[in-house]
């Protein structure tokens, strides 16, 4: 191979890189990205907040302390799924979170730090449905 050009190429979903070292042993290196990798990574990211937005919602639900179901309903009206953020707007929202204890009489896992509560127990599924859908390992 002598007196010709050494081309390397790694081509991945998302581009690829073209390495170039001439006769004179001068490298010269090319990324260029795949021209939709970015539209696509962004639906997924789109998607993978909606689904873990949708997800904390529901699965956070039976840990919150229901007597009318008006603090659950505050949480489903406060937030808008695919934002990042799920917030609970009842009136008494912070004080039943922050100042209650953490069990009810009349259900055990339902109480104060419901959100808190429910990260510890279902933040392996949150996370595993959130790599399905945005393309993590």
Avoid: C
Avoid at 10 to 33: D, F, I, N, Y
């Amino acid at each position: 191979m002598s007196g010709q050009n050494k081309k390397l190429i790694v081509k991945t979903p998302r581009g690829e890189v073209v390495q170039v070292t001439t006769k004179s042993g001068k490298v010269t290196a090319k990324l260029t990205w795949n021209p939709d990798f970015g539209d696509r990574k962004t639906g997924d990211f789109s998607r993978a907040q909606k689904f873990l937005d949708s997800e904390v919602l529901r699965t956070t639900t039976p840990f919150v302390p229901i007597k009318t179901g008006a603090l659950i309903k505050s949480g489903q009206l406060g937030t808008v799924i695919g934002s990042g953020q799920v917030t609970w707007h009842a009136p008494y929202a912070r004080y039943q979170y922050y100042s209650t204890s953490l069990s009810r009489t009349y259900d055990a896992q339902r109480g104060g730090k419901w959100f808190e509560r429910s990260k510890a127990t279902n933040k392996p599924a949150w996370i595993a449905g959130v790599k399905k859908i945005a393309g993590g390992r």
